[in-house]
């Protein structure tokens, strides 16, 4: 089986300056054109002109270009109900970063939000944890951490995955983890094998390392974008067109 791989995290404006272009390079098929939510609240224009515009350069360079959506600020509850109530159809993910502990409370069991990102010193409850697996949402990990100059960071930062990876592996989570670069610049990217090896050292299987760069963020985005077309209203449930036939199982 061929993969097609995704990077589901890379800032909208290191597309739009030629990251783009690196990733397509790198041999990913798909990137998330991530819009921090501050960013979208300051000038919700002006970024989805911008992200017209990226889709329209992922069109010609053969790139999937997905909508997203990043919460990385401790908004209040209400502030992010009413972030979602506005935005939710316009972005074809949407994240939240583990900031606090209420925002990674409500991350994980409020359904409008797809990728719970984990950040170092983050902790998954029990609950947590439960709507994870309930909802079917994606944990992500960032590979942006790990470009920190100082050394000793870099370690704790590994110590702190390699202890998320073999708490999702215990509960039976890790067809659920999505890693991501995160890159701010196109000179933060790395090919989506070398960030597959990555995860394997960190406690992966091969085959789960690989997935984690292709069939789980991928399968989501085709997910939402089925529900944003109608095609799925609910989880399960899926609209068949006229020339599709019901099968026998």
């Known amino acids: 089986m061929t993969r097609r791989f995704y990077d589901l995290l890379i800032a909208l404006e290191a597309l739009a300056g030629g990251a783009l272009s690196r990733a397509r390079e790198l041999g990913f098929s798909g990137v998330g054109a991530a819009v921090r939510v501050s960013r979208l609240l300051h000038s919700p224009h002006r970024v989805l002109e911008l992200l017209s515009d990226v889709r329209k350069l992922g069109e010609e360079e053969g790139v999937d270009v997905v909508t997203r959506l990043v919460i990385d600020t401790p908004l209040r509850e209400g502030q992010v109900k009413a972030l979602l109530r506005r935005w939710r159809r316009r972005f074809e993910v949407i994240s939240a970063y583990s900031v606090g502990r209420r925002l990674t409370a409500f991350a994980c069991r409020d359904s409008r939000i797809d990728v719970v990102t984990l950040i170092p010193g983050a902790e998954l409850m029990r609950g947590d944890l439960m709507y994870i697996r309930t909802l079917e949402k994606r ?6 951490p790990l470009h920190d100059e100082e050394l000793r960071r870099r370690a704790e930062v590994m110590a702190e995955y390699a202890r998320f990876v073999e ?9 659920y983890v999505v890693f991501s670069s995160g ?15 990555l995860l ?11 997935d984690a760069v292709s069939t789980n963020p991928l399968s989501l985005v085709r997910e939402n974008r089925d529900k944003l077309a109608g095609i799925v209203p609910v989880r ?4 068949l067109g006229k020339d599709e036939e019901l099968g026998e199982e």
Do not use: F, I, Q, Y
Not at 139 to 144: G, K, T
Not at 187 to 195: C, H, K, N, Q
Not at 236 to 239: E, I
């Open 139 to 144: 944990v992500e990990l960032l590979l942006a």
């Open 183 to 197: 890159a701010s610049s196109s000179r933060t990217l790395r090919d989506p094998r070398s960030m597959a090896a």
């Open 200 to 210: 394997h050292v960190l406690g992966l299987n091969h085959e789960e390392a690989l």
């Open 167 to 175: 708490l999702l592996k215990r509960k039976g989570l890790a067809g």
């Open 236 to 239: 399960g449930v899926r609209v």
